[in-house]
């Protein structure tokens, strides 16, 4: 089993700034890319950042120069510093990670998510 914990949401004024943690554990033999994602009310959810184990990152438009996604590979955690947080912001942030991990003795590969946090931004 592979299982994603992530932490860091809350409540934040408007212009504040929140910092999320996604680490995984369990079964895992190798983690190519980890993300974030989030759903608003009523809305799809939307990748808001990625990195690949060896740092490439992209971002939504809308996030870019205010967010900033890192990770530890050593760890399998991944962080997303948030910024100059605006009400739109608001959703509930799942964390991804996509790779090979082992399924009973067998290397597959797959995607996990987290549980999801919420972060809600007041104006």
């Known amino acids: 089993q592979v299982q994603l914990v992530e932490s860091g949401g809350g409540l934040v004024q408007s212009g504040g700034s929140l910092r999320l943690s996604c680490a995984a554990s369990g079964s895992i033999v190798s983690i190519n890319t980890m993300g974030w994602y989030r759903q608003a009310p009523g809305k799809q959810r939307e990748l808001v950042a990625a990195?690949?184990?060896?740092?490439?990152?992209n971002y939504l438009d809308s996030v870019k120069g205010r967010f900033t996604i890192s990770r530890d590979n050593a760890k399998n955690t991944v962080y997303l510093q948030m910024d100059s947080l605006k009400p739109d912001d608001t959703a509930v942030y799942y964390c991804?990670?996509?790779?090979?991990?082992?399924?009973?003795?067998?290397?597959?590969?797959?995607?996990?998510w987290g549980q999801g946090t919420q972060v809600t931004v007041s104006s």
């Open positions: 990195i690949t184990s060896g740092g490439t990152t």
């Open positions: 991804n990670a996509d790779g090979i991990f082992l399924v009973g003795a067998k290397r597959r590969w797959g995607a996990h």
